[in-house]
């Protein structure tokens, strides 16, 4: 998750919750 807090810094907040939503369905996926 440090890894999405890091990009907060360079993206705007709605592509950061895109993101971790596509990390929670990767994270998901993978269990």
Do not use: A, C, K, S
Request: hydrophobic share 40%; proline share 3%; aromatic share 10%.
């Amino acid at each position: 998750m440090r890894v999405v807090y890091n990009l907060t810094t360079l993206i705007p907040q709605e592509d950061v919750f895109l993101t971790i939503g596509v990390f929670d369905g990767v994270h998901r996926g993978h269990q």
